[in-house]
């Protein structure tokens, strides 16, 4: 089983921006569609942006485009958010998941298997 771990959470201030890690244990870290969610207190989990195994493929929320970019590199089995002039709305818990299901990103977090234990992203007005 893989595991998770975010990092790179922390208290902003609106307009700054934030870069995000998720690192990933085990094998065959190549083989997974990685994405990106978030949930706000009080709210529902969101989608924010999925990326496909070699990266070619990328996918994002229409309220991050343009501000927020995902990456990754294989052989450091960690995946990357850009977060540029983050929002107080933006306020939340950031996750980021894995699956071998799909072949492309995927908003729907009923299609992603395992999760990391989550990074808190504080953004101040």
């Not at 790179?8 to 990685?34: E, I, K, M, P």
């Not at 949930?39 to 969101?46: F, L, N, Y």
């Amino acid at each position: 089983q893989v595991q998770l771990v975010e990092s790179g959470g922390g208290l902003v201030q609106a307009g700054d921006s934030l870069r995000l890690s998720c690192q990933a244990s085990g094998r065959f870290f190549s083989s997974y569609v990685v994405g990106w969610f978030r949930r706000a207190p009080g709210k529902d989990r969101e989608f924010v942006a999925a990326i496909s195994q070699s990266g070619g493929m990328t996918s994002y929320a229409d309220s991050v485009k343009g501000r927020f970019s995902i990456s990754r590199n294989n052989a450091k089995s960690t995946v990357y958010l850009q977060m540029n002039s983050l929002k107080p709305e933006e306020t939340a818990v950031y996750y980021c998941a894995i699956t071998a299901r799909l072949w492309r990103p995927d908003p729907d977090p009923s299609k992603y298997d395992d999760w990391g234990q989550g990074t808190q992203v504080t953004v101040s007005s």
